[in-house]
């Protein structure tokens, strides 16, 4: 039940982040507020992953909120720690798009469903 109530919250989130990202903006925040005011279940989902242990924090992938601010980061910010991961997914055939999150939960960064075969071992075939 935990686990659906976690992936209902991604969904939603995901929903509110496709439209902020198509506009290209994060709504204006106080420079001291944190993420987790008001995104507390991804940053909860994120900080009990291998990532938030390693202590990457999320402007790592999403940017500044008054910079350079992305809902749905790309390849490029996997790139930094993860580029031989990165370099086979762009050779990946039969993908129109090259992401990570079709195969990984976006802030579990687990693999997620059928996307659960090696993918990374195998070269991206």
């Not at 659906?4 to 969904?11: G, P």
């Not at 940053?43 to 992953?49: A, C, I, L, P, R």
């Not at 992938?61 to 809902?71: I, L, P, R, V």
Request: proline share 5%; net charge positive; charged share 20%.
């Amino acid at each position: 039940m935990k686990r659906l109530l976690v992936l209902i919250s991604l969904f939603l989130l995901m929903q509110s982040q496709v439209v902020l990202g198509a506009a290209g903006k994060h709504p204006a925040t106080p420079e001291n507020q944190e993420c987790g005011e008001c995104h507390a279940d991804q940053e909860k989902v994120w900080f009990d992953g291998k990532h938030g242990l390693m202590g990457v924090k999320c402007i790592v992938c999403h940017g500044s909120t008054d910079k350079n601010f992305t809902a749905s980061p790309g390849l490029g910010a996997c790139r930094g720690c993860h580029a031989q991961q990165v370099s086979q997914a762009l050779k990946a055939k039969g993908k129109e798009e090259k992401r990570c999150f079709p195969c990984h939960d976006p802030h579990a960064v687990t693999v997620q469903g059928e996307s659960a075969k090696p993918y990374h071992v195998q070269g991206g075939k």
